[in-house]
């Protein structure tokens, strides 16, 4: 009997939303592979308690097929906490559980014996006070997975907006754009674009840095040093760009018409766009990695952690993208 595919789900930051967003999901739908919560049983049961859901935790086999689980059941993976959680209090203590699972869903990726996994919100915070160096979960699962440059990319709906770079202060911005690292993202983006979502040809927006996209050098030279130099080099390797343009303006219906991906040069510029047009349905994908790693698009939530009050919405839209993907992986 052949096994159905397996999906990672880790909870994130336990005294968090993640638990209470996978337990209300697990009751609205079925899915065409198999959940499996890599958790502390404690955590999740106490949580269910909380929230009044009836749960069934049904232990996590590796090596034999089980049957599918129905709503209000989920595989669980156990992986325990240090000290006892209480939902919407963080604790330093338990950040080493967190990445212990995000360590195990990325190896059972490597090895084949998950999909893909989906992260649900951690807290970098409280890891960092736990005197662990943490600047997320892309940065982690690169180091994890051996991979030199991840490219964080967030998807609502159509809009797919990918970022040149990541967690770093605004300062830092303008000495990271370089050719050598547009080059990399742009061929990463391309790359996934075409074996994750079957998209043949991606057509790729690319924003300048500065306003105006540097007004022909009068607000920045990035742009005429940098960027364009870059676009054109890749387009006459047959590359499908269009930029850069001005980050104001590019985020209109008639430019966005026709493209696949924009690349924004930094956080901030991208994503408020697209949180905007989908936040709680956005979807976080990590491109670049081996594996395949979607997550939802929002933190942790503290102070509804426990109510009930938590929305479902990212988490179902990064597990039934992390499904798909895995089905048109190449």
Known sequence: MAQRPRLA????????????????????????????????????????RQLGINVRLRPYSPEEPQTPCAAGECFILPIACAE??????????????????????????????????VTAPLHKGIINEAGIPFTGHTEFLAELTGTPLPVMMLAADKLRVAL?????????VSSLITQALLTQVLNILRH??????????????????????????????EELDVIIPTLQRLQQQGMHLTGPLPADTLFTPRNLQGADAVLAMYHDQGLPVLKHAGFGKAINITLGLPVIRTSVDHGTALELAGTGKAETGSLREAIDLAVNLSGKRT
């Open 84 to 117: 006892p959680v209480e939902a919407g209090v963080l604790n330093p203590a338990n950040a080493g559980y967190v990445l212990q699972t995000l360590r195990r869903a990325t190896a059972g990726c490597l090895s084949g014996e998950f999909a893909a996994m």
């Open 164 to 172: 040149a770079t990541t967690h770093v202060p605004l300062s830092r």
């Open 9 to 48: 789900i880790t909870v994130g930051e336990p005294a968090g939303i993640g638990p209470d967003i996978i337990l209300m999901l697990l009751q609205q739908q079925q899915w065409p592979t198999d959940l499996v919560i890599i958790a502390d049983p404690a955590v999740m049961q106490e949580r269910a």
């Open 192 to 221: 996934d674009l075409q074996a994750k979502f079957a998209i043949p040809e991606p057509h790729i927006l690319v924003c300048g840095l500065n306003p105006h996209a540097g007004e022909g050098g009068h607000l920045g030279t």
